[in-house]
């Protein structure tokens, strides 16, 4: 069994196609497989759904290829994984001109996304690509911002220190649905569970789970294409960003664990510091 950075190992399918190697223990765990609230066995988000923060990154500025989601904070930032940020990397060499498509729901057609190219990204400094429980959290700039409209907004804040824990709470993704596939979902899928306790959470993972202190779980069965997919907190004044979908198990959705998330309540202060970096600097 082997942990993983949702979204590391696998691009979009128009690039590669998964290591078969990654299912290793998959053969005799796969029976052990109950669909549950999770993106596997999720179902179908409606469009109703108020998803409007939502973002989908792209390896390529010439195809629309995915590999992970963020949120909205503001019209000209987004927030998402680190290991997100280290993958576009490492396939397109650079992030800074790539694209983020804003407004979608189904990904087949991305002719009505807003689209805006990233023109400056920061990845905490103490991420540590081989240490799970590094902060694994990234901020996205654009110039010009969004256009904000009933389908491109952005997600509320929690305040410094907010607990989720126990709340239900909402997973929207373009992840893979089912641990053998190998193409990534067009239609959004939508998963709804707890934010459980640390204590159930280690209970459920195995014993030396990279746990991080500002990392919190839910049982969701995020998968490869997960990475940087907001969890949030719906309420009547909007949606709250309670985490960031950081790392999991493979194969995904095996054993019923719990998703590892990056707890956003605990990093108000870090967003707050490279804004106003980056508003200095520029
Ligand atoms: C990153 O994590 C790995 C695995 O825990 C560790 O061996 C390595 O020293 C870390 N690197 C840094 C720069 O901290
Ligand atoms: C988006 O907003 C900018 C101003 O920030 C404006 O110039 C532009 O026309 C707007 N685009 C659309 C499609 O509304
Ligand atoms: C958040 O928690 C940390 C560590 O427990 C504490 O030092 C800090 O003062 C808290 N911040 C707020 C705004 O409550
Ligand atoms: C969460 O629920 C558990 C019971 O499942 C309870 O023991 C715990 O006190 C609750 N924690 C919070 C912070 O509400």
């Known amino acids: 069994m082997k942990c993983i950075l949702l979204g590391l190992l696998l691009i979009g399918s128009v690039i590669a196609k998964p290591d078969i190697s990654l299912y290793e223990d998959g053969v005799a765990a796969a029976k052990e497989f109950q669909p549950e609230a999770r993106i596997i066995g999720g179902e179908v988000a409606s469009q109703s759904l108020a998803t ?5 990154l792209s390896a390529s500025s010439i195809a629309y290829a995915h590999v992970c989601a963020g949120a909205i904070i503001a019209k000209e930032w987004v927030l998402t994984a680190a290991h997100c940020l280290k993958e576009l990397e490492n396939t397109a060499g650079n992030v800074i001109g790539l694209p983020v498509y804003a407004g979608l729901k189904d ?10 190219n990233i023109d400056f990204a920061f990845s905490h400094k103490l991420f540590n690509v081989s240490d799970e429980s590094s902060p694994d959290i990234a901020l996205l700039h654009f110039t010009p911002g969004f256009n904000f ?3 491109v907004s952005s997600v509320l804040l929690p305040y410094r220190n907010e607990s989720y824990t126990n709340q239900t709470v909402v997973t929207y993704g373009w992840g893979l649905t089912k641990p053998t596939e190998t193409t990534y979902v067009k ?21 030396d789970a990279p746990l991080g202190v500002d990392q919190i779980c839910a049982k969701t069965s995020a998968c490869l294409g997960d990475g940087g997919s907001p969890l949030v907190y719906e309420t009547k004044g909007g949606s709250e960003l309670v985490g960031i979908t950081s790392w999991g198990y493979l194969p995904c959705a095996v054993n019923n664990r719990p998703t590892v998330y990056t707890e956003i309540s605990q990093y108000i202060k870090w967003i707050a510091d490279v804004q106003w970096a980056y508003y200095i600097l520029n």
Do not use: F, I, M, T
């Open 107 to 116: 990904r087949s057609s991305v002719e009505n996304a807003q689209v805006r």
């Open 187 to 207: 239609e959004l899928q939508v998963a709804r569970s707890e934010v459980l306790p640390k204590d159930q959470c280690l209970e459920q993972l195995p014993e």
């Open 52 to 56: 409007s923060y939502l973002v989908s």
């Open 149 to 151: 409209s009933v389908d």
